[in-house]
């Protein structure tokens, strides 16, 4: 969804100017007016503390993936095999893996994604799809 100031779409006018060429344009006020306040939206991110990471899915990809925002960083010391555990709403699975081909086809798995954040897949299908999980669902990884 598009930022909104007082209810109004601001990117949309912005984007069509721009995509007609930045030519005629002499500074940022030709985009449109000057807002005094902006707004701040609460942005709280995965939180790590003892065995455990709290986090959220943030977004699907086009495979039906379901990527959170627990980054490999954070991931970082923790145990890649049985002993941990990735729960999203009432599914788990067991084991960060390195890639799909590691499980056999429709085997929930997580494992780090392209954007180094954690992701879970269902091997040849789509994890959207079967789950019927969406982007702000909780996720917790347990070790």
Not at 90 to 100: D, G, L, P, S, V
Not at 119 to 130: G, N, T
Request: hydrophobic content about 45%.
């Amino acid at each position: 969804m598009a930022p909104t100031f007082h209810g109004r779409d601001i990117m949309a006018p912005a984007a069509a100017h721009l995509s007609l060429g930045v030519g005629s344009l002499k500074g940022p006020d030709d985009l449109g007016p000057v807002h005094a306040q902006f707004v701040s939206l609460d942005w709280p991110g995965a939180v790590k503390v003892a065995n455990r990471i709290d986090g959220q899915v943030t977004a699907i990809d086009s495979f039906g993936n379901l990527v959170t925002d627990i980054t490999r960083e954070m991931l970082a010391g923790v145990p890649t095999d049985e002993t941990v555990g990735v729960f999203c709403d009432e599914h788990e699975t067991r084991c960060i893996f390195h890639a799909y081909a590691d499980q056999p086809p429709m085997t929930l798995i997580a494992l780090i994604g392209s954007n180094d954040c954690l992701e879970l897949a269902i091997v040849d299908d789509s994890a959207k799809i079967m789950l019927g999980v969406k982007v702000g669902t909780p996720v917790q990884v347990r070790w």
